[in-house]
C-alpha cells in the first residue's frame, strides 16, 4: 500500500503564492503518474493538475492554467504543485493521488490508485 504525505496547506491572500509538496512514504520509481486534486464541501473532487509517469506530459485544469506549476523531483521522490495568483476560489482541500497508468497520458479523472489524506488551502484577506 502507497501511503502519500501532502504538505505546504497554509492560508494566503490573494494575489499570493504557495507551494504544495506530497512525499510518499516509500518510493514510487517513475512509473507512478502524480495528480493534484481539490474539494470544496459539498462539491464533487476535482482534477487540478497532473504529470504523467515515465517521463511523460503535464495536464492542468483551465481554471489553474497559467497559475498553477506541477513538477516532480525524482530524487527527492516528490511532487509539487507551485500555486501563484490565488483566488479566493482556490480554497479547498488539496490532495495528492498516484496512478498507475503505464505509458498513457494522465488525466484529471479520479480513478488514481492512491491518495493522501489532504492540506487545506484557504485564501482570503
Known amino acids: 500500500q502507497l501511503q502519500l504525505v501532502e504538505s505546504g496547506g497554509g492560508v494566503v491572500q490573494p494575489g499570493g503564492s504557495l507551494r504544495l509538496s506530497c512525499a510518499p512514504a516509500e518510493n514510487t520509481l517513475d512509473y507512478y503518474s502524480m495528480s493534484w486534486f481539490r474539494q470544496v464541501p459539498g462539491k464533487a473532487r476535482e482534477g487540478v493538475s497532473c504529470i504523467s509517469g515515465n517521463g511523460g506530459g503535464e495536464v492542468y485544469a483551465d481554471s489553474v492554467k497559467g497559475r498553477f506549476t506541477i513538477s516532480r523531483d525524482n530524487a527527492k521522490n516528490t511532487v509539487y504543485l507551485e500555486m501563484n495568483n490565488l483566488k479566493p476560489e482556490d480554497t479547498a482541500v488539496y490532495y495528492c493521488?498516484?496512478?498507475?497508468?503505464?505509458?498513457?497520458?494522465?488525466?484529471?479523472?479520479?480513478?488514481?490508485?492512491?491518495w493522501g489524506r489532504g492540506t487545506q488551502v484557504t485564501v482570503s484577506s
Open positions: 493521488a498516484a496512478g498507475l497508468f503505464g505509458y498513457i497520458q494522465c488525466n484529471l479523472q479520479p480513478g488514481y490508485d492512491y
